[in-house]
């Protein structure tokens, strides 16, 4: 449990838009280690899409990465070529997203999706891509697969057109799969199977995870390690019983305030009073100085650096005054 698999260090990524720049990540750094779920978990904004997408250079042509590597087998995917890339994009990274219809070809049968992603990646017949194509939906939960594969997205339900979507992500068995709020547009039960089935991967195919949500009830139930963001920035990280047991920065504190229960998968980050800063320039001091309880005057001197785990800390923190347990 201990390798990492991929590392993204010191990322920073601005989107130019027509009311000037968005600082949307700032020297950002975490590792996915293997058969591990790591969630990215903040408030809508917070940078986690623009993070998950840098891996694999799936960035709208607005956004300029501004620094940064994506280790991963001790190549940078930031710097690699473009064909070097597309052998590792889809086969061994995948990603799954929050729309899964909008993720499927609507005038392509489920069948021949499924086929054609095969067939891009390995050397397969026609008909044997066909066949195995419904192996690949028998291996995501759905039953009457020959009906699946024959229908067309919109006669699939919004729980099974993201079965498909996962079969499809994991049908070359990939060593890293990036999920970008999977459940989000699923409803409760379904979102259950849902996470149900990722924790299933990790647990038989050792399958890393990074896994994106605004929803700690999710971080909970299935992930191993979180990292916190926050306004573009990742503010602590660690395991999830120490981001749960012993939360350090007032925002993980406030964040974990508003889940009355942790098993309480519908509760959003929003609840939390006062707004995220302006993201038009990087950041001149912590970014969290308009919420925060326990703002000293070195908060608005330069935003914190990750405090290495020490005499008090279990995990690092990014915070001038974190809040120690007693
Ligand atoms: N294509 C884009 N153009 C301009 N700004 C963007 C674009 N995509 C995201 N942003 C901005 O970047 C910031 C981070 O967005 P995003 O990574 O989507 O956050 P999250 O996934 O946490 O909701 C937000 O302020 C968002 O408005
Ligand atoms: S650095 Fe200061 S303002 Fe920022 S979270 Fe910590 S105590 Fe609060
Ligand atoms: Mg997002």
Redesign the pocket.
């Known amino acids: 449990m201990s390798d990492t698999v991929l590392s993204v260090r010191d990322l920073s990524v601005r989107?130019?838009?027509r009311e000037g720049p968005?600082y949307?990540?700032e020297r950002i750094s975490f590792e996915l280690k293997a058969g591990e779920v790591l969630a990215l978990v903040?408030?809508?904004?917070?940078?986690?899409?623009?993070?998950?997408m840098s891996v694999l250079r799936l960035l709208?042509p607005?956004?300029e990465v501004l620094s940064g590597q994506v280790d991963f087998d001790s190549q940078d995917l930031l710097a690699l070529e473009d064909h070097d890339l597309r052998t590792i994009r889809g086969r061994r990274i995948s990603t799954i997203f929050q729309d899964p219809i909008a993720g499927l070809n609507p005038v392509i049968s489920i069948g021949d999706q499924v086929a054609e992603s095969l067939m891009s990646h390995l050397p397969l017949s026609k008909k044997e891509a066909r066949n195995r194509s419904l192996n690949v939906l028998r291996s995501v939960g759905l039953s009457d697969v020959e009906r699946v594969a024959k229908s067309y997205p919109f006669q699939l339900s919004g729980g099974m057109c993201q079965r498909v979507m996962i079969g499809i992500a994991t049908a070359l068995d990939p060593e890293v799969i990036i999920a970008?709020e999977p459940t989000s547009a699923l409803d409760v039960t379904v979102q259950a199977q849902i996470l149900h089935q990722l924790e299933q991967l990790r647990r038989d195919r050792g399958t890393s995870i990074l896994l994106?949500t605004?929803n700690f009830g999710v971080v909970a139930q299935v992930a191993d390690a979180v990292a916190v963001?926050y306004a573009?920035h990742i503010i602590e990280t660690g395991t999830v019983d120490e981001m749960l047991d012993t939360p350090l920065h007032p925002y993980t504190h406030a964040l974990l305030a508003t889940l009355p229960r942790l098993d309480n998968a519908g509760r959003s980050l929003a609840a939390i009073p006062g707004a995220p800063p302006d993201?038009s320039e990087p950041a001149a001091h912590c970014p969290f100085i308009a919420r925060c309880p326990k703002v000293m005057n070195v908060c608005r001197n330069e935003p914190p650096p990750p405090l290495a785990p020490g005499a008090h800390a279990t995990h690092p923190v990014a915070c001038y005054n974190p809040i120690w347990q007693s």
Not at 42 to 52: D, L, M, N, Q, V
Request: glycine content about 16%.
């Open positions: 989107y130019r838009t968005v949307a990540t903040g408030e809508s904004g917070s940078g986690k899409s623009t993070a998950a709208p607005e956004a970008d994106i605004h963001m573009g993201l």
